[in-house]
């Protein structure tokens, strides 16, 4: 083989590649690729609805991450992060439970699609999710707090008291 057809061959070779990067580009990775990068924590979960089934905030975290697979598979229910990581954000049709990640005393944090907005106050870790001391979504005491998103795609704090409120879940999943 000459220098000549080695080099037409090689430039064959390359813009086969070229074009194979370039399609890759447009299209994609594949799902197992995606996972992967999940998996590894290079991708965070995002917001992919809510439930049509609605339940009371002391309704149970097993129940509420059960509700999501059901509806959503492969999605669990949503981290207050993960809601607002999630573009556009989310405006769901009626009050949707979120769990939050706070892990301490912080000012109360709104999200919605203009940005976070802090309100005066704080909010104690130990009583977040209608916790306190009998497990997450437990908890029907009015000093204990949940986060949902009301229709307007804003996160807002409430007591556990109401034990007639119906909640949809905010689901997340890659």
Known sequence: ???????RLSGFALGAIVTL????????????VRRAHADGLAVAPVYVGATSATFPSAGGYAAFNAACETEFPDSRMC??????HTFPAPVP???????????GVRENVHYSAAGPAVESGSVNAADMNCSQSTGMFSSTDSYDKLLYIDDTGELKWTGCGNT???????????
């Not at 990067?21 to 197992?32: C, I, K, S, T």
């Not at 981290?79 to 607002?84: E, G």
């Not at 049709?93 to 892990?103: F, I």
């Open 1 to 7: 083989m000459s220098r000549t057809q080695a080099f």
């Open 93 to 103: 049709t009626t009050d949707t439970l979120v769990l939050t990640t706070v892990t």
């Open 164 to 174: 007639s409120a119906l909640y949809a879940i905010a689901c997340c999943g890659l």
């Open 79 to 84: 981290a207050d992060s993960w809601v607002a």
């Open 21 to 32: 990067v370039a399609v890759l580009v447009l299209l994609g990775p594949p799902d197992d």
